[in-house]
């Protein structure tokens, strides 16, 4: 996939942004959020890109799994989609207005689900507000339509996949997480490159000669599977690699939540 069939920069969706089959969401989450601070919904209530509507994520986290943010199962996923108002020719566009994976995040479950037409706003709202965007108040919803999911299942890496993939040289996993975390503790035999690395600032991708350098050693693998705490900084580190032409590579959904819960093989910097 080329970069911009993934991103949108500011400039591209101020043209755009009344067009009537545009669906903007306000992805964030605010993953550092202390009790009795703005939640995320108040936070996009009280700004947002005019038309934008908000993406919870728990809305596309499975509730019967332990773990959370793991996705819905297919048929929950398809509901979910058009209950808020993408249909397959919708033209889908996430941003943050916190942290560059929350909008990745839901960008990787739209690609999941089989959507052709979604992409993300590189800078996010910070971007959208310097290019000169007007700032909305107040709610706003679509209205539902009918989706059908088309999976890609190869984009998500079960428990069992990862474990696997311990034993196969072929196949690299990658830690998106910082490198005093992946110290403490990561999955057996796995690599570490922090999905900061791939973003200039905190909403931004760095440009495409960056993201190719630092995946380079990635790209020799036939296959990456790249994971975090719960599969959300992970999906920066994937869609980096679409960018850069390396189109194998998946997310381990339940990531270290799931790995550390099922007491499954751990490493640590010093040693097993």
């Not at 911009?4 to 306000?26: F, M, S, T, W």
């Not at 596309?60 to 199962?73: C, E, G, H, V």
């Not at 919708?90 to 995040?105: D, G, H, K, N, Q």
């Not at 799931?258 to 010093?270: M, R, S, Y």
């Amino acid at each position: 996939m080329k970069r911009e069939d993934i991103l949108i920069e500011a400039d591209e969706l101020l043209a755009k942004v009344h067009d009537e089959n545009i669906r903007i969401y306000d992805a964030t989450i605010l993953f550092f959020r202390k009790e009795g601070e703005q939640t995320a919904h108040e936070q996009y209530m009280q700004a947002h890109i005019p038309g934008a509507a908000f993406f919870d994520h728990q809305d596309f986290s499975d509730a019967n799994q332990k773990y959370m943010y793991m996705i819905l199962p297919e048929a929950e996923l398809s509901t979910q989609i058009g209950n808020i108002g993408i249909d397959t020719d919708s033209e889908v566009i996430f941003y943050t207005s916190e942290m560059l994976p929350c909008a990745t995040r839901a960008w990787w479950l739209l690609h999941y689900a089989g959507h052709k037409n979604v992409r993300v706003l590189n800078g996010g709202l910070s971007a959208w507000e310097k290019a000169g965007g007007a700032i909305a108040q107040g709610g706003h919803q679509y209205a539902p339509t009918i989706f059908t999911c088309q999976l890609n299942p190869d984009l998500f890496a079960s428990k069992d996949a990862v474990l696997a993939a311990i034993e196969d040289g072929a196949i690299c996993t990658v830690n998106a997480l910082n490198s005093e975390t992946y110290a403490k503790a990561h999955i057996l035999g796995s690599t570490l490159l922090p999905c900061t690395d791939l973003m200039q600032g905190m909403t931004t991708f760095a440009p495409n000669a960056q993201l190719a350098a630092s995946l380079k050693e990635e790209a020799r693998y036939d296959r990456v599977i790249t994971y975090c705490g719960g599969g959300i900084a992970a999906t920066v580190n994937a869609m980096a690699h679409l960018m850069a032409g390396n189109e194998n590579v998946a997310v381990y959904d339940g990531s270290m939540d799931e790995w550390v819960g099922e007491q499954l093989p751990l490493a640590t910097e010093q040693g097993n």
